[in-house]
């Protein structure tokens, strides 16, 4: 069973920045994608930021240009940077990896962390 744990969410003015790390329990070397979604209250769970395994990224329009993912393959972790953040980028973010195994593609997620912008 893979386990994803995230850290690094907080509160944080608005243009600010913050780091989000989500590490697996496992090597990350072999999953299919791995990415960021966020889920605001009173509205659906959202896809950020997503990178493959071939190394492809994509974003939520309303972020880019403001975060960026990236992967270390050695300490099995995803990472999101968020720069210039917004009020209206406060949510929950969630940790995702899709996983393959005997040809059945499932989604894993993290348990979330909070993160608010506010001045």
């Known amino acids: 069973q893979v386990q994803l744990v995230e850290s690094g969410g907080g509160l944080v003015q608005p243009g600010g920045s913050l780091r989000l790390s989500c590490a697996a329990s496992?090597?990350?070397?072999?999953?299919?994608?791995m990415g960021w979604y966020r889920q605001a209250p009173g509205k659906e769970r959202e896809s950020v930021a997503i990178?493959?395994?071939?190394?492809?990224?994509n974003y939520a329009d309303s972020v880019k240009g403001r975060f960026t993912i990236s992967r270390d393959n050695v300490k099995n972790t995803v990472s999101l940077q968020m720069n210039s953040l917004k009020p209206e980028d406060t949510a929950v973010y969630y940790c995702?990896?899709?996983?393959?195994?005997?040809?059945?593609?499932?989604?894993?997620w993290g348990q979330g962390t909070q993160v608010t912008v506010s001045s």
């Open positions: 496992s090597s990350i070397f072999s999953y299919n994608a």
């Open positions: 990178l493959t395994s071939s190394g492809s990224t």
């Open positions: 995702n990896a899709k996983i393959t195994y005997f040809a059945v593609t499932s989604d894993y």
